[in-house]
Nanobody, 114 residues
Framework: VQLQASGGGLVQPGGSLRLSCAAS????????IGWYRQAPGELRELVATISRDETTNYSGSVKGRFTLTKDNAKNTVNLEMSNLKPEDTAVYFC?????????WGRGTQVTVSS
Protein backbone atom coordinates (compact mmCIF):
# COMPACT_ATOMS: atom_id res chain seq x y z
CA VAL A 1 0.00 0.00 0.00
CA GLN A 2 1.28 3.43 -0.95
CA LEU A 3 -0.20 6.64 0.38
CA GLN A 4 0.11 10.03 -1.31
CA ALA A 5 -0.90 13.00 0.79
CA SER A 6 -1.70 16.46 -0.45
CA GLY A 7 -3.02 19.69 0.96
CA GLY A 8 -1.94 21.52 4.05
CA GLY A 9 -0.34 24.91 4.34
CA LEU A 10 -0.69 28.08 6.35
CA VAL A 11 -4.09 29.33 7.46
CA GLN A 12 -5.36 31.89 9.92
CA PRO A 13 -7.28 30.86 13.03
CA GLY A 14 -10.87 30.14 12.14
CA GLY A 15 -9.94 29.21 8.59
CA SER A 16 -10.33 25.98 6.67
CA LEU A 17 -8.09 23.52 4.89
CA ARG A 18 -8.51 20.25 3.07
CA LEU A 19 -6.15 17.29 3.18
CA SER A 20 -6.36 14.44 0.72
CA CYS A 21 -4.77 11.01 0.81
CA ALA A 22 -4.72 8.80 -2.26
CA ALA A 23 -4.06 5.11 -1.69
CA SER A 24 -2.61 2.79 -4.29
CA UNK A 25 -1.37 -0.76 -4.40
CA UNK A 26 -3.25 -3.38 -2.41
CA UNK A 27 -6.06 -1.03 -1.45
CA UNK A 28 -8.51 -3.91 -1.10
CA UNK A 29 -6.60 -5.07 1.96
CA UNK A 30 -7.04 -1.79 3.85
CA UNK A 31 -9.20 -2.15 6.96
CA UNK A 32 -8.83 1.39 8.26
CA ILE A 33 -7.44 4.62 6.82
CA GLY A 34 -7.23 8.13 8.08
CA TRP A 35 -5.18 10.99 9.39
CA TYR A 36 -2.83 11.39 12.30
CA ARG A 37 -0.80 14.37 13.40
CA GLN A 38 2.35 15.14 15.31
CA ALA A 39 3.15 18.49 16.84
CA PRO A 40 6.72 19.42 17.78
CA GLY A 41 7.79 17.58 20.89
CA GLU A 42 4.60 15.55 20.98
CA LEU A 43 3.66 11.99 20.13
CA ARG A 44 1.79 11.21 16.97
CA GLU A 45 -1.95 11.14 17.63
CA LEU A 46 -5.07 10.06 15.84
CA VAL A 47 -7.09 12.78 14.16
CA ALA A 48 -9.75 10.86 12.26
CA THR A 49 -10.09 7.43 10.73
CA ILE A 50 -12.63 5.56 8.69
CA SER A 51 -12.92 1.81 8.62
CA ARG A 52 -13.92 -0.63 5.93
CA ASP A 53 -17.53 -0.54 7.12
CA GLU A 54 -17.52 3.29 6.85
CA THR A 55 -17.40 3.80 10.61
CA THR A 56 -15.62 7.04 11.43
CA ASN A 57 -13.64 7.84 14.53
CA TYR A 58 -12.58 11.34 15.53
CA SER A 59 -10.32 12.71 18.19
CA GLY A 60 -12.30 14.64 20.75
CA SER A 61 -10.28 17.75 19.99
CA VAL A 62 -11.42 17.87 16.36
CA LYS A 63 -14.94 16.43 16.58
CA GLY A 64 -17.42 18.86 15.13
CA ARG A 65 -14.72 20.78 13.25
CA PHE A 66 -13.15 18.14 11.02
CA THR A 67 -14.94 15.80 8.62
CA LEU A 68 -13.41 12.71 7.07
CA THR A 69 -14.87 11.26 3.91
CA LYS A 70 -13.86 8.40 1.68
CA ASP A 71 -14.17 8.15 -2.08
CA ASN A 72 -14.02 4.44 -2.79
CA ALA A 73 -13.94 4.93 -6.55
CA LYS A 74 -10.79 7.01 -6.28
CA ASN A 75 -9.29 5.23 -3.24
CA THR A 76 -9.03 8.61 -1.58
CA VAL A 77 -9.86 9.95 1.84
CA ASN A 78 -10.39 13.65 2.38
CA LEU A 79 -10.15 15.53 5.64
CA GLU A 80 -12.09 18.78 5.66
CA MET A 81 -10.80 20.93 8.50
CA SER A 82 -12.75 24.00 9.57
CA ASN A 83 -12.57 26.48 12.43
CA LEU A 84 -8.89 25.73 12.69
CA LYS A 85 -7.08 26.63 15.87
CA PRO A 86 -3.40 27.29 16.58
CA GLU A 87 -3.29 24.02 18.49
CA ASP A 88 -4.11 22.18 15.27
CA THR A 89 -0.65 23.11 14.01
CA ALA A 90 1.24 19.91 13.31
CA VAL A 91 2.58 17.64 10.64
CA TYR A 92 -0.32 15.55 9.41
CA PHE A 93 0.22 11.98 8.26
CA CYS A 94 -2.05 9.70 6.30
CA UNK A 95 -2.03 6.17 7.67
CA UNK A 96 -3.65 2.92 6.58
CA UNK A 97 -3.84 -0.44 8.27
CA UNK A 98 -4.28 -3.91 6.87
CA UNK A 99 -4.43 -7.16 8.82
CA UNK A 100 -0.68 -7.50 8.42
CA UNK A 101 0.85 -4.05 8.47
CA UNK A 102 0.33 -0.35 9.01
CA UNK A 103 1.45 2.06 6.34
CA TRP A 104 2.33 5.75 6.55
CA GLY A 105 2.42 8.42 3.92
CA ARG A 106 4.70 11.41 3.96
CA GLY A 107 3.63 14.14 6.31
CA THR A 108 2.19 17.46 5.29
CA GLN A 109 2.53 20.59 7.40
CA VAL A 110 -0.51 22.42 8.67
CA THR A 111 0.19 25.73 10.37
CA VAL A 112 -2.56 27.79 11.96
CA SER A 113 -1.30 31.24 12.76
CA SER A 114 -2.25 34.86 12.37
Amino acid sequence: VQLQASGGGLVQPGGSLRLSCAASGSTGSINVIGWYRQAPGELRELVATISRDETTNYSGSVKGRFTLTKDNAKNTVNLEMSNLKPEDTAVYFCGAGTSRQFYWGRGTQVTVSS
